[in-house]
């Protein structure tokens, strides 16, 4: 039985800190550090899951290549099943170059690559039946399961039984609510970052953000705030804004907003409280961006409980 399976983007990041300035044409600029990880929606959520000692399983596809090696062995090394990993020998696997800048914030430059390829018929529902939450991670960059293909697996996995959740990346194309609008209505937790969620409501505070989600069929809207931490609404009118944990300065904020997510699920998994979900979400949150690398930073449960307690309310 897995906890969690999260459907999505695979990626291989390779990561250049400190990018200040980029280098003119033809010119070369040194940096601190460039180094490689995995990266993508769903093997950044699926890894935290694993540290945090979740069961997880993870459904998407990579090319038959050395980054695509890379990823499957760090997935089974951190014990994320990957037996819905589909490997296409025609395409390449997703990569990106992670610019971080001396604030700790990030630009990227991405190829689509297998990604792009995925869709509804490469999902394993024998892998989904045997979940308790089926978890979208990556809806904008795959243009083959983005849209209708995604509604068809979250309806599907409804009609499962299971809880579906979903995360967005940035539409760099602009089409937002379009892509999003036939998956809305089997989404029971809902959680994109503040920018995305400007762009798909049409509205800059958090909860009238939130209220145009529910208003869609949503159950439960979660606004990731980043630094000022997360705003929770539910269908019912429960609503929480929690803030994040101290006065941290950010080494990296690669992967944030997915460890965000793998907190999130991991306290709906447990069956605790909106709140208790987002305060816990907060410190995965807070723990990702003390590290370099999307997961690197990803603590126990009991870590980040011990964390959690010494700033209690």
């Given at each position: 039985?897995?906890?969690?399976?999260?459907?999505?983007?695979?990626?291989?990041?390779?990561?250049?800190?400190?990018?200040?300035?980029?280098?003119?044409?033809?010119?070369?600029?040194?940096?601190?550090?460039?180094?490689?990880?995995?990266?993508?929606?769903?093997?950044?959520?699926?890894?935290?899951?694993?540290?945090?000692?979740?069961?997880?399983?993870?459904?998407?596809?990579?090319?038959?290549?050395?980054?695509?090696?890379?990823?499957?062995?760090?997935?089974?090394?951190?014990?994320?099943?990957?037996?819905?990993?589909?490997?296409?020998?025609?395409?390449?696997?997703?990569?990106?170059?992670?610019?971080?800048?001396?604030?700790?914030?990030?630009?990227?430059?991405?190829?689509?690559?297998?990604?792009?390829?995925?869709?509804?018929?490469?999902?394993?529902?024998?892998?989904?039946?045997?979940?308790?939450?089926?978890?979208?991670?990556?809806?904008?960059?795959?243009?083959?399961?983005?849209?209708?293909?995604?509604?068809?697996?979250?309806?599907?996995?409804?009609?499962?039984?299971?809880?579906?959740?979903?995360?967005?990346?940035?539409?760099?194309?602009?089409?937002?609510?379009?892509?999003?609008?036939?998956?809305?209505?089997?989404?029971?937790?809902?959680?994109?970052?503040?920018?995305?969620?400007?762009?798909?409501?049409?509205?800059?505070?958090?909860?009238?953000?939130a209220d145009v989600f529910l208003s869609m069929g949503v159950k439960t809207a979660v606004v990731k705030l980043g630094k000022d931490g997360c705003f929770i609404k539910d269908s019912g009118g429960?609503?929480?804004?929690?803030?994040?944990?101290?006065?941290?300065?950010?080494?990296?904020?690669?992967?944030?907003?997915?460890?965000?997510?793998?907190?999130?699920l991991t306290g709906i998994a447990k069956g605790w409280s909106l709140y208790e979900c987002g305060k816990f979400a907060n410190a995965v949150g807070t723990h990702c961006v003390m590290a370099v690398?999307?997961?690197?930073?990803?603590?126990?449960?009991?870590?980040?409980?011990?964390?959690?307690?010494?700033?209690?309310?």
């Amino acid at each position: 039985m897995f906890d969690v399976t999260c459907v999505g983007i695979l990626v291989a990041d390779c990561i250049a800190k400190t990018v200040d300035k980029l280098p003119g044409r033809g010119k070369l600029a040194l940096v601190d550090q460039l180094q490689l990880y995995t990266g993508g929606c769903a093997v950044n959520s699926g890894i935290a899951l694993a540290r945090i000692g979740m069961n997880v399983a993870i459904i998407g596809k990579i090319g038959d290549d050395g980054f695509g090696k890379f990823i499957y062995s760090v997935l089974k090394d951190e014990k994320v099943n990957v037996d819905g990993l589909v490997v296409d020998p025609k395409s390449s696997t997703s990569a990106s170059i992670v610019l971080v800048d001396s604030g700790g914030e990030r630009s990227f430059i991405h190829s689509l690559g297998a990604n792009a390829e995925f869709t509804d018929t490469d999902v394993a529902y024998d892998i989904i039946e045997k979940s308790k939450i089926v978890f979208v991670a990556g809806t904008m960059l795959m243009p083959n399961f983005d849209g209708e293909p995604c509604a068809r697996v979250l309806k599907r996995s409804k009609e499962m039984g299971k809880i579906t959740a979903l995360d967005t990346a940035w539409d760099s194309k602009g089409r937002w609510m379009k892509v999003l609008e036939p998956c809305m209505k089997h989404i029971d937790i809902f959680m994109p970052s503040y920018e995305e969620a400007v762009q798909l409501s049409g509205k800059e505070k958090p909860e009238d953000i939130a209220d145009v989600f529910l208003s869609m069929g949503v159950k439960t809207a979660v606004v990731k705030l980043g630094k000022d931490g997360c705003f929770i609404k539910d269908s019912g009118g429960e609503k929480h804004t929690i803030p994040t944990y101290g006065d941290i300065k950010p080494i990296d904020t690669t992967g944030a907003g997915d460890c965000f997510a793998a907190g999130f699920l991991t306290g709906i998994a447990k069956g605790w409280s909106l709140y208790e979900c987002g305060k816990f979400a907060n410190a995965v949150g807070t723990h990702c961006v003390m590290a370099v690398g999307a997961t690197t930073g990803i603590k126990s449960l009991e870590e980040i409980k011990a964390f959690m307690a010494r700033y209690q309310d």
